[in-house]
């Protein structure tokens, strides 16, 4: 068990809609990260945050927004969903802004219709 | 784009057997590591090797690094078949973390 929650573990939603994908990071973490994972793309790095703030920005679309709490559990936002947005959505924490090893969560599995 | 990309993409090798797994990348970078992903969970970290460091050891594991040549490497050596898994290497550089596509690496009985 790596410490790192995610919630909910699958979640079905139709073309338009608008989702939120939680993130609990590890204890003491401090930072996290969000990754999208799908067959074609791999894995591909979305945004980081640091004690509340932005850190670093990957190929996050304007469709998609987080932010991190200041009890630091994080939420990513994705709205007007596409086809193609169907992936595996991970996030991953890890002690310091970018201090390494990451802790990855088991990842929110979404399906769009 | 500093993303590494792993070589080969799927490998299969009989147990007991080393394993090796390379990866390439683009940019500078402060670290380079290595995750290993069963079927369709999260990524569990094995090994990180710093960009003033050539090679690191850490159970079966061995890892390389050539920082002139830009690429890494991840040997398994006496394979299990628990070791059957993607595995991935990850390029860190600034607060950036970077995967590549993985390697999928089966181990038959």
């Known amino acids: 068990d790596s410490g790192v929650t995610q919630t909910p573990k699958h979640l079905i939603t139709a073309t338009g809609q608008r989702v939120t994908l939680r993130c609990s990071p590890r204890?003491?973490?401090?930072?996290v990260y969000w990754y999208q994972q799908s067959l074609d793309q791999g894995l591909q790095f979305l945004i980081q945050?640091?004690?509340?703030?932005?850190?670093a920005k990957g190929n996050i679309l304007e469709r998609f927004s987080a932010q991190q709490f200041p009890d630091l559990h994080s939420e990513l936002n994705l709205s007007s969903l596409e086809l193609g947005d169907s992936a595996l959505y991970f996030c991953?924490?890890?002690?310091?802004?970018?201090?390494?090893?990451?802790?990855f969560g088991n990842g929110t599995r979404l399906t769009v219709t | 784009s500093q993303q590494g990309e792993e070589d080969p993409q799927a490998l299969s090798i009989q147990e007991g057997e080393n394993a090796t797994m390379n990866c390439s990348y683009k940019?500078?970078?402060?670290?380079l590591q290595w995750y290993r992903q069963n079927s369709g969970r999260g990524l569990v970290h094995l090994i990180l090797?710093?960009?003033?460091?050539r090679e690191k050891h850490s159970g079966r594991l061995r890892v390389t690094l050539d920082t002139s040549k830009k690429s890494s490497s991840l040997l398994i050596t006496a394979s299990r078949a628990a070791d059957t898994a993607s595995y991935f290497c990850?390029?860190?550089?600034?607060?950036?973390?970077?995967f590549g596509k993985g390697t999928r690496l089966h181990i038959l009985p």
């Open positions: 945050y640091y004690n509340g703030e932005e850190r």
């Open positions: 090797i710093r960009s003033n460091e």
């Open positions: 991953a924490s890890s002690r310091g802004p970018s201090s390494t090893p990451l802790h």
């Open positions: 990850a390029t860190c550089r600034d607060d950036k973390i970077i």
């Open positions: 204890s003491g973490d401090l930072s």
């Open positions: 940019t500078s970078i402060n670290n």
